[in-house]
């Protein structure tokens, strides 16, 4: 009996890789300041493994945006031709001005000799100044090997500005979360810009022609979150004369941002909780009712963790995906456009004339932008994005005519930084009228404090016009209004400051001073 023998051949095995393909290890030069702002955000790459020593002038290297093909020198008539010679090694990088050249300023001091640079100050980045008019960054950056290039989402100054690597990965994954249709929770340090992210997550996904319905879970008290969130039928407690919808309602066919969620009261959670699972609410003293709503949430709070009272269940359901976003520190090539951005905003809100240099204006205009521009690229912003506008829009209100106000940041542990813009307050103050104090109030959500460091003044000052610009403080609000503004609003302490135009900081340490509940009938706030 013969054996039958198989003659096919063996097919190769195939071998997967899970792990990430390593980024590229780049140096980047971008351009923080240049005569020309468009140009702002332009840069060059150098390739990490180069020992070759390049030269950085008027007509040496070429900038290119990502997201643009067209590559051109700095082109600065002040700068040398050959101003700055570039040298990497393994423990970092020697800058040498060259002889004769224009002056260089590397990390705030004016240098004539070589100078060497740690491989830890080069990932955090070196500002290089070349003469008066031209800033760069100097940095290593970890590239993707497929790095994507994306278009800023929108020209209507949506905030989510920036040509780096890092903000197009951002948009990336702003598209793809948008477009999967699963809850998404953002995560990022205050300021960071977590509800710019919201809002382009709703505008890019099938929900974009509907609602938006943002609401503070910090600001809503225990007592009364289910009916705020879930809505109430009438009679169901005292002070209910009319069926009310809650924010969930209020979003149906939209999306539903809730904003400081990791704040949300313990009670609270488990109300939320089932419905995000079953995608159903029960109004206070009615039936359960369907609610077809997208959920988006943010954080600036750690929720995992022993010292984390946040319901585990709670932020699985939260987090079906995930959007990081960055502190500005780590991404620093950005800061220069998002300034240039907020400058140009800072100008539309508050009316005054545009205040970005052109290359027509004379060498001392130059000079200051290129300081400017210089500090702001140096400072920390630990108030992120936020701070960042508030500083762009002193500059606008402080500067007179052509002159910049003084710019003074302050140090490291001071108290508040985060919240204050780094100027300094002038000399005089600006002696706003009635029309402009009361924008510049709303405008701060009525935030005293706020509103004087802006206009220059003292808090005192602004509490002393008030009474004639027909506003009031929150402890001055009348109880039967403060009650009844309440029940209109459905008891959401930032809505009932938005309509009684004082401020919900004010209106909080009411309700916590008094000890009061906002929905008992007959006891006001």
Same mark, same amino acid.
């Given at each position: 009996?013969?054996?039958?023998?198989?003659?096919?051949?063996?097919?190769?095995?195939? =071998?997967?890789?899970?792990?990430?393909?390593?980024?590229?290890?780049?140096?980047?030069?971008?351009?923080? =300041?240049?005569?020309?702002?468009?140009?702002?955000?332009?840069?060059?790459?150098?390739?990490?493994?180069?020992?070759?020593?390049?030269?950085?002038?008027?007509?040496?290297?070429?900038?290119?945006?990502?997201?643009?093909?067209?590559?051109?020198?700095?082109?600065?008539?002040?700068?040398?031709?050959?101003?700055?010679?570039?040298?990497?090694?393994?423990?970092?990088?020697?800058?040498?001005?060259?002889?004769?050249?224009?002056?260089?300023?590397?990390?705030?001091?004016?240098?004539?000799?070589?100078?060497? =640079?740690?491989?830890?100050?080069?990932?955090?980045?070196?500002?290089?100044?070349?003469?008066?008019?031209?800033?760069?960054?100097? /940095?290593?950056?970890?590239?993707?090997?497929?790095?994507?290039?994306?278009?800023?989402?929108?020209?209507?100054?949506?905030?989510?500005?920036?040509?780096?690597?890092?903000?197009?990965?951002?948009?990336?994954?702003?598209?793809?979360?948008?477009?999967?249709?699963?809850?998404?929770?953002? /995560?990022?340090?205050?300021?960071?810009?977590?509800?710019?992210?919201?809002?382009?997550?709703?505008?890019?996904?099938?929900?974009?022609? %509907?609602?938006?319905?943002?609401?503070?879970?910090?600001?809503?008290?225990?007592?009364?979150?289910?009916?705020?969130?879930?809505?109430?039928?009438?009679?169901?407690?005292?002070?209910?004369?009319?069926?009310?919808?809650?924010? =969930?309602?209020?979003?149906?066919?939209?999306?539903?941002?809730?904003?400081?969620?990791?704040?949300?009261?313990?009670?609270?959670?488990?109300?939320?909780?089932?419905?995000?699972?079953?995608?159903?609410?029960?109004?206070?003293?009615?039936?359960?009712?369907?609610?077809?709503?997208?959920?988006?949430?943010?954080?600036?709070?750690?929720?995992?963790?022993?010292?984390?009272?946040?319901?585990?269940?709670?932020?699985?359901?939260?987090?079906?995906?995930?959007?990081?976003?960055?502190?500005?520190?780590?991404?620093?090539?950005?800061?220069?456009?998002?300034?240039?951005?907020?400058?140009?905003?800072?100008?539309?809100?508050?009316?005054?004339?545009?205040?970005?240099?052109?290359?027509?204006? #004379?060498?001392?205009?130059?000079?200051?932008?290129?300081?400017?521009?210089?500090?702001?690229?140096?400072?920390?912003?630990?108030?992120?994005?936020?701070?960042?506008?508030?500083?762009?829009?002193?500059?606008?209100?402080?500067?007179?005519?052509?002159?910049?106000?003084?710019?003074?940041? #302050?140090?490291? %542990?001071?108290?508040?930084?985060? #919240?204050?813009?780094?100027?300094?307050?002038?000399?005089?103050?600006?002696?706003?009228?009635?029309?402009?104090?009361?924008?510049?109030?709303?405008?701060?959500?009525?935030?005293?404090?706020?509103?004087?460091?802006?206009?220059?003044?003292?808090?005192?000052?602004?509490?002393?016009?008030?009474?004639?610009?027909?506003?009031?403080?929150?402890?001055?609000?009348?109880?039967?209004?403060?009650?009844?503004?309440?029940?209109?609003?459905?008891?959401?302490?930032?809505?009932?400051?938005?309509?009684?135009?004082?401020?919900? /900081?004010?209106?909080?340490?009411?309700?916590?001073?008094?000890?009061?509940?906002?929905?008992?009938?007959?006891?006001?706030?």
């Amino acid at each position: 009996m013969s054996e039958h023998i198989r003659t096919d051949a063996t097919l190769p095995s195939v =071998f997967a890789r899970l792990t990430a393909t390593p980024a590229r290890r780049m140096y980047a030069l971008t351009i923080v =300041f240049h005569p020309d702002v468009q140009r702002i955000g332009e840069r060059c790459l150098l390739r990490a493994t180069t020992r070759k020593a390049c030269v950085l002038g008027r007509e040496q290297l070429a900038f290119r945006r990502a997201t643009e093909a067209i590559e051109r020198t700095l082109d600065d008539p002040h700068l040398s031709r050959q101003a700055l010679r570039i040298r990497f090694g393994e423990g970092g990088v020697t800058l040498t001005p060259l002889p004769g050249a224009c002056r260089c300023r590397l990390n705030g001091e004016w240098v004539q000799e070589a100078c060497d =640079f740690s491989a830890e100050a080069l990932r955090k980045g070196i500002i290089i100044q070349l003469a008066h008019s031209v800033v760069l960054l100097l /940095r290593e950056l970890s590239v993707p090997p497929a790095a994507s290039v994306s278009a800023p989402l929108g020209d209507d100054g949506d905030g989510l500005q920036g040509s780096s690597d890092y903000m197009q990965s951002l948009r990336a994954n702003i598209a793809r979360s948008a477009r999967c249709g699963l809850d998404v929770l953002i /995560r990022g340090e205050t300021g960071s810009g977590k509800e710019l992210v919201a809002r382009a997550l709703h505008a890019q996904s099938e929900r974009a022609s %509907g609602p938006l319905v943002s609401v503070n879970m910090a600001a809503i008290p225990a007592g009364v979150a289910a009916a705020v969130l879930f809505g109430s039928v009438r009679g169901a407690f005292t002070g209910a004369e009319r069926n009310s919808e809650g924010y =969930f309602q209020q979003a149906a066919g939209g999306s539903l941002f809730l904003d400081e969620v990791g704040d949300t009261p313990e009670e609270v959670q488990p109300q939320l909780l089932r419905a995000l699972q079953e995608r159903e609410v029960q109004p206070v003293g009615g039936p359960m009712r369907k609610v077809d709503v997208r959920v988006i949430s943010a954080t600036d709070a750690i929720l995992e963790g022993p010292d984390s009272n946040f319901r585990r269940s709670l932020l699985h359901r939260l987090g079906s995906a995930e959007v990081r976003v960055a502190p500005l520190r780590e991404h620093p090539e950005d800061i220069a456009e998002l300034l240039c951005h907020f400058l140009r905003s800072a100008c539309v809100e508050t009316g005054y004339p545009a205040v970005l240099p052109s290359v027509t204006d #004379d060498a001392l205009q130059i000079a200051q932008w290129a300081e400017l521009f210089f500090l702001c690229q140096g400072h920390d912003w630990p108030g992120n994005v936020r701070e960042l506008a508030n500083c762009a829009r002193q500059i606008v209100l402080r500067g007179e005519g052509n002159l910049l106000p003084p710019l003074r940041f #302050d140090q490291p %542990g001071d108290s508040g930084v985060a #919240d204050s813009p780094g100027l300094a307050v002038p000399a005089a103050a600006v002696e706003l009228g009635d029309d402009a104090l009361r924008a510049l109030l709303e405008q701060e959500r009525y935030e005293v404090s706020a509103a004087a460091r802006r206009a220059g003044m003292s808090r005192q000052a602004v509490y002393r016009r008030l009474p004639g610009l027909g506003l009031r403080l929150a402890s001055q609000i009348p109880q039967e209004e403060l009650q009844q503004t309440f029940a209109r609003c459905n008891y959401d302490v930032a809505a009932a400051a938005k309509a009684l135009r004082v401020s919900a /900081r004010g209106l909080r340490n009411r309700l916590a001073h008094q000890g009061s509940d906002p929905t008992a009938g007959a006891s006001p706030p």
